[in-house]
Structure formats: structure tokens, C-alpha cells
């Protein structure tokens, strides 16, 4: 049986975001899904940095018993995802990338740097709706309508998001990612994209990875978006392609253990 840490984005919690996927696993897959150490409280931890999830996930995991785990993250927990995949490739079986919410700061494309540019002007918005309406547009590919607001009060979670997603933003702009220790991740690395995505964040980042990752394997959702994903939209082809992407990462690893004995 697969087991498997997913970590969510900023904005869904954990079990709703990873609900439907969880049961397309079915009984082939031991699957947890995590929330953000980001809103374990009512504010976000004054030292919060991606090494904090890194944290919460090797907690969890060792909760479970789990020496390794597959590590599969969307948007926030993507970049959350990363880090752990630099500073404890040790503990990972695989990396599944739903496109991360940020990817470092090496070797950005002038078409990333514009886009992330436009993400620094979201400090100057002054309301809360102002910043998730503009944070929203920023994720979709130019032309598509961001989603509509579900009718009645919002949750009582979506109180957290705008001052979690500010404590991301923070973080992203300070955290070194190293390159290096990523490129010495050898094992297997999935990309799920939405082509109706922002393709100078998502699509650019999909392609900075792809040079950094010695086995990397990227799958096109073209009907999707950062806000229809594919682990909540068409989670029965995601479950089927990571649990062929996770069979595969364990014989990797079989095949290399075999070979050092």
C-alpha cells in the first residue's frame, strides 16, 4: 500500500481539498491529508517559513510509523513540498507537484519575473475581498473568468486566508530553496498542470523544474485551472496516474537497494 502525505494550498482546507481524491485511491493508498501548519492557530506563527510545514509533514509522518512517505502538494503545499524535498530527501519516496505556489528564485524566465512582480502589488490592497479578487486573477491564464463566489456568508476558515497568504508571500521572498540540493533528488518527480492556468507562473515553473530534476514527468490537465484542480475536479485520472507514478518511485527504489546489497 502507498503511503502518501498530501499537502493542501492556502485557501481549501486539507479535507476538503483532498476528499474525492482520497477516496478515488481507494484501498490502494494510505492517504492523509495534512492541514497547513499555517493555520494551526488563529494567526500565523511569527517565525513561519516553508520550514515549518516541512515540520508538520515529518510529524506526520512519523505519527504514522513512516521512515519514508510519497509527499504530494498543490499551490502552498507544493512550495512546502519542495523544501522538504531539498532539506530531507531521505525521508521522500517521490514528489508530486500540483503546481506549487512558488518554485525558488533561480533561473526565472522574464515571463515569471513579470508575473511575480504582479504579486508584489497585492501588498498595496487594502481590503480583504480587493486582495482574494486580484490573487485569484493572477493565477489563470489570460481570458479565463475566475471562479464565482459561492452564494451566502463565507466559511468560517476563509477568516485565516488573507493574513496566511500574506505570511506565504513573506516567506516566499525570503526562503532559499537551494538549487542544488534539488537537483540531488533522484527520486521521481511528477507535474500536474492546468493549461488554463496562469502559464507564466505555472507553465514557466513546470519548465524550470524539468531542468532541475533528473526524472520528472509532467501531465497536462487541459479543462483545468489553479482553481478547478485536477485532485478536486478530475481526481479519478489523478488518482490513476500517482498511483502508477508511486508503483513506479517503489521499484525504483527496490531495484536501487537491491543493487547495493
Given amino acids: 500500500m502507498h503511503r502518501v502525505i498530501l499537502l ?5 482546507p486539507a479535507d476538503i481539498a483532498y476528499g474525492a481524491l482520497i477516496d478515488s485511491l481507494g484501498d490502494q493508498a494510505e492517504a492523509v491529508a495534512k492541514e497547513l501548519e499555517l493555520y494551526a492557530g488563529e494567526e500565523p506563527p511569527a517565525d513561519y517559513s516553508l520550514d515549518t510545514e516541512v515540520a508538520g509533514a515529518l510529524r506526520e509522518g512519523d505519527a504514522h510509523g513512516w521512515e519514508r512517505f510519497h509527499l504530494t502538494g498543490y499551490s502552498a503545499g507544493g512550495a512546502a513540498a519542495l523544501a522538504a524535498a531539498a532539506r530531507h530527501p531521505d525521508r521522500l519516496l517521490s514528489l508530486a507537484l500540483l503546481e506549487p505556489a512558488w518554485a525558488g528564485e533561480w533561473d526565472l524566465s522574464e515571463a515569471e ?16 475581498d480587493e486582495f482574494m479578487a486580484a490573487f485569484a486573477r493572477l493565477q489563470l491564464r489570460p481570458g479565463v473568468a475566475p471562479p464565482a463566489q459561492e452564494p451566502g456568508p463565507p466559511p468560517p476558515w476563509m477568516a485565516k486566508r488573507p493574513a496566511g497568504i500574506g505570511a506565504l508571500t513573506r516567506t516566499f521572498r525570503a526562503y532559499d530553496l537551494d538549487r542544488e540540493s534539488l537537483g540531488r533528488f533522484d527520486r521521481p518527480v511528477y507535474y500536474a498542470l492546468g493549461h488554463l492556468s496562469n502559464p507564466d507562473l505555472y507553465g514557466e515553473r513546470a519548465e524550470r523544474l524539468a531542468r532541475v530534476f533528473e526524472d520528472f514527468t509532467l501531465e497536462v490537465f487541459e479543462e483545468r485551472h489553479h482553481f478547478d484542480p485536477p485532485h478536486r475536479v478530475e481526481h479519478e485520472r489523478l488518482a490513476e496516474s500517482l498511483r502508477t507514478f508511486w508503483k513506479r518511485a517503489e521499484a525504483t527504489r527496490l531495484s536501487r537497494t537491491t543493487a547495493a546489497v
Fill in 113 to 128: 519575473r513579470a508575473a511575480s512582480a504582479e504579486f508584489k502589488k497585492l501588498d498595496a490592497l487594502t481590503t480583504a
Fill in 8 to 12: 493542501p494550498g492556502a485557501v481549501t
